[in-house]
Nanobody, 125 residues
Framework: QVQLVESGGGLVQPGGSLRLSCTTSGFILKYYAIAWFRQAPGKEREWISCISSNDGGTNSADFVKGRFTISRDNAKNTVYLQMNSLRPEDTAVYYC??????????????????WGQGTQVTVSS
């Protein structure tokens, strides 16, 4: 069955970097759009970035442009989120989500039927 598993979270100091991985199974990654979302305590889940299916383009929220980069390695069935210049307000549980054949990936969480369990990112000194 379709599975997405996030990893790479942890504790990092402000200004530091982390690379999150979303390892997938049960489907051919090339044909899926993958998005990253996050949810901080007491806040709504928010979209961060996405990468379209069929080697389509990427899109990111304004608040992460220039700091976070999404990429995919179809051969490794993995999508990455490289996060640089981390801030305390980036502290959240980070989730990856997938949907088949989305040529222009969406920032709407209800459009993604498949979700990982999340990985905690804590930015603190």
């Amino acid at each position: 069955q379709v599975q997405l598993v996030e990893s790479g979270g942890g504790l990092v100091q402000p200004g530091g970097s982390l690379r999150l991985s979303c390892t997938t199974s049960g489907f051919i990654l090339k044909y899926y759009a993958i998005a990253w979302f996050r949810q901080a305590p007491g806040k709504e889940r928010e979209w961060i970035s996405c990468i379209s299916s069929n080697d389509g383009g990427t899109n990111s929220a304004d608040f992460v442009k220039g700091r976070f980069t999404i990429s995919r390695d179809n051969a490794k069935n993995t999508v990455y989120l490289q996060m640089n210049s981390l801030r305390p307000e980036d502290t959240a549980v980070y989730y990856c989500a997938g949907v088949a054949l989305q040529y222009a990936c969406s920032d709407q969480d209800h459009e993604y039927p498949y979700w990982g369990q999340g990985t905690q990112v804590t930015v603190s000194s």
